[in-house]
């Protein structure tokens, strides 16, 4: 894909959706989520898929489910990612078979993987309340398309979805308002490490914590690859706080799946220079504290 291509096709995407929301269609899992894809049929993306930031293998990318299930669950971090005193959250994995779709009523719902979707997993982590603060409630997630390009709609998607439902009802007692998202392509804002960084930013409310506290959500994509993590606060948590939390786990993510994807560097040779883990400077409502489910 061209430099600022997928800057072109999310705002594509906004433009068509805000003229016929009837026809774009929605996917997620809340805090974490993926999309679901636009280009669902599963006729496209049989062959290897490119990305610019990572020198990728054809032969060491996924073609079969069981394949990329076993890469994705090698990608994903576990508590200690997140810091001392993190904890699993029951339940703590997704069913690897299906992901949240974002209804038509704004309600978040599991469904089963479409064709396009090689696999998508997502945990689930809490920092349990101390010291004046509540509990924080954290994910991550990994999701393999079968190509870039149905990777590329999958951002798209996020956007149409903010347009759609700026308030969604994760579960019962817990909501997700005001939402605000800011794409950066590869080279925009700062980017040199992933194809494409969305970065959403609102408000949480639970039954249990009260609200509105800050939400925080990222998700980058490298290739037919989309990692996200999300964080929904609570009492004495602020916003930039939670995007400091969340910087170290996501780089390591993108991490492990460029050791996972990386073509091997012949012995004696120089590697190439990392892409670094600097998180895009964004611009507009989510300016230096921008997030995603």
Known sequence: ???????ARLGCAVAMCGLVLAGCTSGGDGPGRPAAS????????????????????PARLPRTRDQAAALVRGIMPGPSAFGSGTVRREPYESDPRRWAVLGDSCVWE????????????????????????GPLRLSAVVTVHRSAEQADWENAEVLEEMMRCPSQLLRPGEVLRDLTDVPNALG????????????????????????????????????????????RGAKGWT??????????????MRGSLRGAIERRTPTGSVPPPATGTDVPKTTGPAASEGGHR
């Open 1 to 7: 894909m061209e430099l600022g291509g997928s800057a």
């Open 38 to 57: 636009a280009k669902s049929d599963g006729t496209a993306g049989t062959s290897p898929s490119p990305t610019a930031v990572v020198d990728a293998d």
């Open 110 to 133: 599991q469904r089963a993987l479409p064709d396009d979707v090689l696999a998508s997993l997502t945990r689930h982590y809490e920092i349990p309340a101390r010291g004046g603060r």
């Open 188 to 231: 925009d804002s700062g980017n040199g490490f992933a194809d494409d960084v969305l970065a959403e930013s609102g408000t949480y409310t639970g039954d249990d914590v009260g609200g509105p506290h800050p939400y925080v959500w990222e998700q980058t994509r490298i290739g037919q690859f989309t990692l996200a993590v999300s964080a």
């Open 239 to 252: 916003r930039r706080g939670l995007l400091e939390l969340l910087r170290e786990p996501h780089a390591t």
